[in-house]
């Protein structure tokens, strides 16, 4: 049944309705009203050949569905929640040899050993190395900005975007020459709904297979020789299971967009944030607070949605849902709950206890990364504190137009001259 209160036709995954905002009221509306709500949409918009998904916006069924993979698939129908209309099924079953769309036990195969790369060890191994690396990004910046007329740059180009790229290819051992093919790869994957890229899926298939076929080379030259890295521990690992070359070529390319695109829209969304929240900026610059990372990843909310797929009839939020039919989980309405969070609408960078889900719902699928990109939001936030303390809102931000993405593709800011 559509509910009354929403336009004929609304859709949460609509590209233009994210290119302008993430849909708030309506998200508290269902909340309120129909917290899993069937979303009709037209045959095969989203090019799975159905008529529509189910909306769910509590923070109680979001975290239920992602802990119940046994009844809500990822492998089915991928994670992603809305592709062109124009994408083939064979394209789509290409996408389940990424780990993000695969299901128990071989997703758990596949995540004990990617899991190596990321342990506390190893992550703060690289912290060190990410440290100078936001300050020379942070300088870099500062720098430019001085030697132009009115001190003003695109925070998104020339401060976001770096240091999420650098900690993915110094986790990899990805040699700094061939850094920027990384980032221009893991651009036109995450950016084909948007007209002004002018990238097709097929140009986003392509960038996909380069990845793949990339970090394919990087493991078979791993396996001749290995040195003392996470390539080598993932793909040359005697005795305790590995990654095959064709594996380690799809985990690469999560990487490139669950760990660069996501923290690198984090890092964005916080600095407006901050923009516009004076008080919180000064906060931050006199204090440096520990739980600022989590209020700016619940704040942010960099993946606004994924899917699941239903295995078998059942019921969720008082709705019979049948097999086969397909689950939206929306964070970023799960993030704003009040029944979990008070005042979510207010950004509060001391915001503790922060069950929030940007990371997702918990479960099998939860962030890999994230311990890697909570450190990498505090490295580039105390170095923006130390280097551009001063900073100013030129502009409102220009928004990505993504089906699932909350991303920002310019943010013109300015700092003081002299």
């Given at each position: 049944?559509?509910?009354?209160?929403?336009?004929?036709?609304?859709?949460?995954?609509?590209?233009?309705?994210?290119?302008?905002?993430?849909?708030?009221?309506?998200?508290?509306?269902m909340?309120?009203t129909?917290?899993?709500?069937?979303?009709?949409?037209?045959?095969?918009?989203?090019?799975?050949?159905?008529?529509?998904?189910?909306?769910?916006?509590?923070?109680?069924?979001?975290?239920?569905?992602?802990?119940?993979?046994?009844?809500?698939s990822?492998?089915?129908?991928?994670?992603?929640?809305?592709?062109?209309?124009?994408i083939?099924?064979?394209?789509?079953?290409?996408?389940?040899?990424?780990?993000?769309?695969m299901?128990?036990?071989?997703h758990?195969?596949?995540?004990?050993?990617?899991?190596?790369g990321?342990t506390?060890?190893?992550?703060?191994?690289?912290?060190?190395?990410?440290?100078?690396?936001?300050?020379?990004?942070?300088?870099?910046?500062?720098?430019?900005?001085?030697?132009?007329?009115?001190?003003?740059?695109?925070?998104?180009t020339?401060?976001?975007?770096?240091?999420?790229?650098?900690?993915?290819?110094?986790?990899?051992?990805?040699?700094?020459?061939?850094?920027?093919?990384?980032?221009?790869?893991?651009?036109?994957?995450?950016?084909?709904?948007?007209?002004?890229?002018?990238?097709?899926?097929?140009?986003?298939?392509?960038?996909?297979?380069?990845?793949?076929?990339?970090?394919?080379?990087?493991?078979?030259?791993?396996k001749?020789?290995?040195?003392?890295?996470?390539?080598?521990?993932?793909?040359?690992?005697?005795?305790?299971?590995?990654?095959?070359?064709?594996?380690?070529?799809?985990?690469?390319?999560?990487?490139?967009?669950?760990?660069?695109?996501?923290?690198?829209?984090?890092?964005?969304?916080?600095?407006?944030?901050?923009l516009?929240?004076?008080?919180?900026?000064?906060?931050?610059?006199r204090e440096?607070?520990?739980?600022?990372?989590?209020?700016?990843v619940?704040?942010?909310?960099?993946?606004?949605?994924?899917?699941?797929?239903?295995?078998?009839?059942?019921e969720?939020?008082?709705?019979?849902?049948?097999?086969?039919?397909?689950?939206?989980?929306?964070?970023?309405?799960?993030?704003n709950?009040?029944?979990?969070?008070?005042?979510?609408?207010?950004f509060?960078?001391?915001?503790?206890?922060?069950?929030?889900?940007?990371?997702?719902?918990?479960?099998?699928?939860?962030?890999?990364?994230?311990?890697?990109?909570?450190?990498?939001?505090?490295?580039?936030?105390?170095?923006?504190?130390?280097?551009?303390?001063?900073?100013?809102?030129?502009?409102?931000p220009?928004?990505?137009?993504?089906?699932?993405?909350?991303?920002?593709?310019?943010?013109?800011?300015?700092?003081?001259l002299?």
């Amino acid at each position: 049944m559509r509910c009354p209160h929403l336009p004929d036709g609304f859709d949460f995954t609509d590209p233009d309705l994210l290119q302008a905002r993430v849909p708030h009221p309506e998200f508290a509306l269902m909340r309120q009203t129909a917290p899993v709500w069937w979303c009709a949409q037209p045959a095969n918009i989203s090019g799975f050949g159905d008529e529509g998904y189910w909306a769910v916006t509590r923070h109680a069924d979001v975290k239920y569905v992602s802990t119940h993979p046994e009844l809500f698939s990822s492998n089915t129908n991928t994670a992603v929640i809305r592709f062109n209309e124009t994408i083939s099924r064979d394209q789509i079953e290409v996408q389940k040899l990424i780990m993000l769309n695969m299901d128990p036990p071989e997703h758990t195969r596949v995540r004990q050993i990617v899991q190596r790369g990321f342990t506390p060890r190893a992550v703060r191994s690289l912290e060190q190395a990410l440290r100078a690396r936001a300050r020379s990004i942070v300088e870099t910046a500062h720098a430019g900005a001085a030697a132009g007329a009115d001190g003003s740059f695109d925070f998104v180009t020339d401060i976001a975007v770096e240091l999420p790229l650098q900690a993915i290819a110094e986790l990899i051992g990805v040699p700094q020459e061939d850094r920027s093919k990384i980032f221009d790869w893991s651009n036109k994957m995450a950016a084909y709904d948007d007209p002004e890229y002018a990238i097709t899926e097929e140009v986003g298939a392509e960038a996909a297979m380069e990845i793949v076929a990339y970090a394919m080379n990087l493991a078979a030259a791993r396996k001749e020789c290995p040195a003392k890295d996470i390539v080598s521990q993932l793909v040359a690992a005697e005795g305790e299971g590995n990654l095959s070359s064709d594996e380690f070529g799809f985990f690469v390319i999560l990487l490139a967009v669950a760990g660069n695109e996501t923290t690198r829209n984090a890092i964005s969304h916080g600095m407006h944030a901050f923009l516009t929240h004076p008080e919180q900026w000064e906060l931050y610059k006199r204090e440096r607070p520990g739980t600022t990372a989590e209020e700016i990843v619940r704040w942010a909310t960099p993946v606004v949605s994924f899917q699941r797929t239903a295995t078998q009839d059942l019921e969720l939020g008082g709705q019979r849902i049948r097999k086969g039919e397909r689950v939206g989980l929306f964070y970023s309405s799960a993030n704003n709950d009040p029944e979990v969070f008070d005042a979510p609408e207010v950004f509060d960078i001391t915001r503790d206890p922060n069950p929030h889900l940007g990371f997702g719902g918990g479960g099998p699928h939860f962030c890999l990364g994230k311990s890697l990109a909570v450190m990498e939001i505090d490295l580039i936030f105390n170095a923006i504190a130390d280097v551009l303390p001063d900073l100013r809102l030129l502009e409102d931000p220009r928004r990505l137009r993504s089906a699932w993405l909350n991303g920002i593709k310019q943010l013109q800011v300015s700092t003081p001259l002299g």
